[in-house]
């Protein structure tokens, strides 16, 4: 491969080359996750236990062992709005940093809601609406995921409604504009439609709400109504596994430029842009065809993987999900008001957590003004606002440049870039004002929450 080759810095596909299957990593674990519990049984949840709240096409994709999926030809039509979309090289930034490394970012800005999160909005809506559902409920925090949902649920002629974390619905209004704009309806949560948000209000009515509260109000919504079912942005594995078109694209378009990885680095909250990036790579490492390390990155105000507990746990406040085991802050904790709002979530999927376990994945935290800082130089040197979410991993990148740049060494990173932060702008006006506070937390912080965590015998 010539260095020209390499030079390039925007890398397509065409439309002949978008991928028509999903990847599930199910299938190459070498040791499977431990199964969802039932919170009343601890039994090992069925379908049954989930169909009040997904279809039961869903229900199959959340346990298949199958290695693909094929996609649906609607979903195909409807994700070549913006798919392939596009990897690009940091040449920019590459030369601002004087590093040898070369650094690589899939963007996936370019979608209708300016993230990652149609990839799995789209099918969701498509297997509702065939199942005959009317209308979706669900939770979302800096808004990217309200917005894709109600972009899909336009698509496919479904009522949308969404609760959304009241930090973030305060921070972020033009989210709120957008998802209305689509068609959906929204509230800040937590809210006095639902007993769950009436009990959080009750204790605290300034509260600032998290996702495990917003998960909260949604489900319960969902299951008291027969044509309503609940969606979720990320955590589960149907979810992880629509987003691996990330991934899979990544990897044909890396190999156009003659690449293979050495570091993938990406943000993590939940885990569903993290685990549509790695996973194709990781079946590729895992069979022996090439070694990336592979760093989940997350923010040092709720940081579940580097200092949560691994253990049983609800996936919302109220504790109406079943229990996942997963590395969580408790299902109580209340995550500082940080402006990436789509990475407070106390939980992490219960996926990615397993292979945190087997150690096929690292993990590091990052305070939010040395992700600001970040996303600033990207932006003066790349031309793109990243969204707060992806500065993590754009942070760890630019770490991991610098010391590529002390050693000489010519390392590949690879970043998924999974929105833009055209809506975010409050958050850098708090960050080049001086305004922006890191939330420095100690280990008692999470004590109490951790110690709520649901009782589960040892096996």
Sequence with gaps: MTTADRSATKILLDESEQPTRWYNLLADLPTPPPPVLHPGTLEP??????????????????????????????????????????????????????????????????????SHKPNTAVPQAYYNAQAGIRRLTTETGAGQWGTALAFACAQYGLECEVWQVRASYDQKPYRRMMIETFGATIHPSPS????????ILAADPHSPGSLGIAISEAVEVAAQNADTNYALGSVLNHVLLHQTVIGEEALLQLAKVGETPDLIVGCTGGGSNFGGLV??????????????????????ACPSLTRGTYAYDFGDTAGMTPLMKMHTLGHDFIPDPIHAGGLRYHGMSPLISHLYEENLISATAKPQRECFAAGVQFARTEGILP????????????????????TGEEKVILTALCGHGHLDLPAYDAYLSGAMQDHDLSDAAFSAALGALPAVPAG
């Design 45 to 114: 949840v069925g379908p049954d236990d989930l169909a009040p709240l997904f279809p039961m096409e869903l229900i199959g994709q959340e346990v298949t062992t199958e290695r693909y999926v094929e996609i649906p030809g609607s979903v195909l039509d409807v994700y070549r709005l913006w798919r392939p979309s596009p990897l690009y090289r940091a040449h920019r930034l590459e030369k601002a940093l004087g590093t040898p490394a070369r650094i690589y970012y899939k963007y996936e800005g370019v979608s209708p809601a300016g």
């Design 192 to 199: 006095e439609l639902t007993a769950a948000g009436r009990a």
């Design 279 to 300: 996973f194709p790579f990781l079946r590729e490492k895992l069979a022996g065809r090439m070694a990336p390390e592979i760093r989940a990155v997350e923010p040092a």
């Design 387 to 406: 969204a707060p979410e992806p500065t993590h991993a754009i942070a760890a990148a630019i770490e991991e440049a610098l010391r590529c740049k002390e």
